[in-house]
């Protein structure tokens, strides 16, 4: 058993209740060279269920070749069955939907960019293109009687561009949820926002009519800052937080050893703050650690590490 | 050379300036075994200050029994005569007072604990016992023209007490100003506080009288809380922020790898915000990373890592 919880001591000017967009199967694994078998995978998102997360992204109906990590999405997603949890999939076009929608899947993610740089490298497409590629993705979802994420990369900074310009990334936002988006997923792929950056962006956002409960906040750890950006959208009315069990994950144009921000260490601060999640910190601490002994290096989390320390 | 930089962009409410009092050469090294040569440890402080920081807490005059890797302290603080810096160190007692005053030292600290376990734990003291040791060294310290900060210790939680009452540490600062300290370093040690507990404190601290101008905030990153919580301490006027280079050091009861707020992780959210701290970023990763090789192991700090690695 692993326990250990902070003092709560609420803000009035932060919210009650957060919902957490647990990432860690898809967007943590999808970094991993070493293959992990269907088997674990299903395991370990039994486990994230278990502990209280209620929105659990479970993986990616990209092409084989491009994430060979994730190429077992048949195989996986039908032993999810008894999974009590939201389980969104990723999909990167039409042919990733119609194999989600073959399998039942009806809540779906697509994956965009704010900059030109990072749609080229990664999409092969202009960020028009891209545009035009899911705006049938986005239509058919919803047609199925699905619901449809819009995750919108680089939404801070991008290696090639440097910083991102706030209407750039306000233009991008409003013409993915005109597409139909339900919700809009603002990413800082490269870790580099700090809190007056989030302040400007979500006020841009609200000034151009997106409603906060619309968006989610999706922030990289790569300087250390991913808690703080968070903290500065919920003071802006976001309530929904994309994070990754254990911290797994990153994204690979980072350079770093750190990528998604760590459940655990958002948890934290929520308990504190007395937010409710509807996480039990002490389950989803060992269901990371038992995700790193099998993965077999230890969790970048500093509350993983602190909590699973304290056991020992 | 070691460059990168956030986008800043401000937040008016919070300060143009921060101070940053750096611990790495004492509160970091203090718990590192293997003992550092002086000459290390001058060019240690001697690139610190090279990187812009004003604040650099040199050593302890603690008894060499207690802190082997502080032994040194008769023999560091000649060395740094020509060190640009304000070299403030901490004094345990009388007997540490005498020894920094021999040497020309006037700016010196004490270390209180807001609770009775850890007084007791590491000061084999009550907490009045320890104010009462503390008296004539604040005494003499300032009749010798000398300044002191007061250092209080586990504000917010104690590994053996729990979560700590916010009036108990409202009295005990109030005791500490009292005898004549210039400055109060609130310091959460075992690293649990969370922004609510961290507003809370600060806004009794404030209706007790004590103007924000006279503290400082003192926290560990072990759950990963300690931006997030000093972000919300400048929101509430503090101006004066303790980090460690590299994010060294850590406390030797809070059973975790993890201990004080890196500077550079600090540094960058500053950076971001435009808030001036005069460090260069650069100078400063790369004298962590320097010291790091004299340790042999990598720096924990995100920002470190994150701009070691593009050098690379």
């Not at 486990?47 to 190429?71: M, N």
């Not at 993915?176 to 007056?196: H, K, Q, R």
């Not at 609200?206 to 990289?220: I, S, T």
């Not at 601060?269 to 060992?286: F, H, N, P, Q």
Request: glycine share 10%; net charge negative; hydrophobic share 45%.
């Amino acid at each position: 058993m692993i326990s250990g919880l902070p003092m709560t001591v609420p803000d009035p000017a932060l919210p009650d209740r957060v919902r957490i967009h647990e990432v860690g199967p898809r967007d943590g694994l999808q970094n991993e060279k070493a293959v992990v078998p269907a088997e674990i995978k299903a395991e370990f998102i039994r486990r994230l269920a278990a502990s209280g997360l209620s929105v659990i992204e479970a993986t990616s109906f990209v092409h084989p070749k491009w994430v060979p990590q994730l190429a077992d999405a048949e195989q996986l997603m039908p032993m999810l069955a008894d999974v009590p949890a939201r389980l969104p999939v990723l999909v990167p076009n039409e042919r990733g939907l119609d194999r989600a929608l073959a399998l039942g899947v009806r809540e779906v993610a697509v994956f965009a960019s704010a900059t030109e740089s990072f749609a080229k490298a990664n999409l092969n497409r202009t960020v028009d293109e891209s545009l035009e590629m899911f705006a049938p993705v986005v239509a058919r979802a919803r047609e199925a009687g699905g619901s449809v994420r819009g995750y919108l990369s680089m939404c801070f900074g991008d290696p090639w561009e440097g910083a991102v310009p706030v209407d750039q990334v306000v233009r991008v936002s409003r013409r993915l949820l005109d597409l139909g988006c339900d919700e809009l997923s603002l990413g800082d792929t490269i870790g580099v926002a700090t809190p007056g950056h989030v302040a400007a962006l979500l006020t841009a956002l609200g000034e151009a009519g997106v409603p906060a409960g619309r968006l989610a906040v999706h922030f990289h750890d790569t300087y250390g800052q991913a808690l703080s950006n968070t903290l500065t959208a919920l003071r802006h009315g976001v309530t929904t937080v994309d994070a990754s069990a254990g911290g797994l994950g990153g994204c690979p144009y980072a350079k770093s050893a750190t990528g998604n921000l760590a459940t655990e260490d958002l948890v934290w601060m929520l308990e504190g703050l007395g937010i409710a999640t509807g996480v039990d910190l002490g389950l989803l601490t060992a269901t990371s650690v038992w995700m790193a002994a099998h993965l077999g290096r230890p969790s970048p989390s500093r509350t993983v590490r602190a909590l699973a320390h304290q056991e020992h």
